[in-house]
């Protein structure tokens, strides 16, 4: 009786295992930091997912990028690729599962999620200025400094725009 219970215990988990892999998203590609980001996702297929390996991707200028479907940046590792990314004049971009130091979207950006990611402390927040059908989605910004007007998360002419969570 035993050996079955254990059998089943070992089955279950490798069948969660299973479920837990088909879940994640396949990376379309894997970059290190110091990779042209904004080159990537520019030349990167309608539905891509981009990986980042785990470091400090510095200040990232995602501008004049005129998408027309979604092409997501996301963390190999939770949270483990780190960066500022500045997102102007483009639109159909995720950010996801990232740590930020300070983000902008403006000049009329329009499809911008930012999901599952988290400020460092004592960095500038996140601000949105001229743009359209913005998400953020479970997004930390506990003990974030004031990002430009008025705190840690700035909406000014965001239009359609979404904070949740």
Known sequence: MKTYHFEKIILSSF???ISQVS???PCDQTLNPGANLASAV???PNGSTICLNSGDYGYVELN???RTGYVTLTSVNNNGARMSPQVGR???IRLENLTL???LI???SSNIQLVNSVFLPNQSGLAVVDSRNILIDNVDFSYV???TWAGRLNLNNATNSIVRN
């Open 15 to 17: 069948l969660l295992g």
């Open 23 to 25: 879940w994640a998203a």
């Open 42 to 44: 520019s030349s990167a």
């Open 64 to 66: 004049n990028s005129a």
């Open 90 to 92: 483009s639109s159909f």
């Open 101 to 103: 130091t300070g983000v």
């Open 106 to 108: 403006n000049n009329n």
């Open 145 to 147: 400094n004031q990002a």
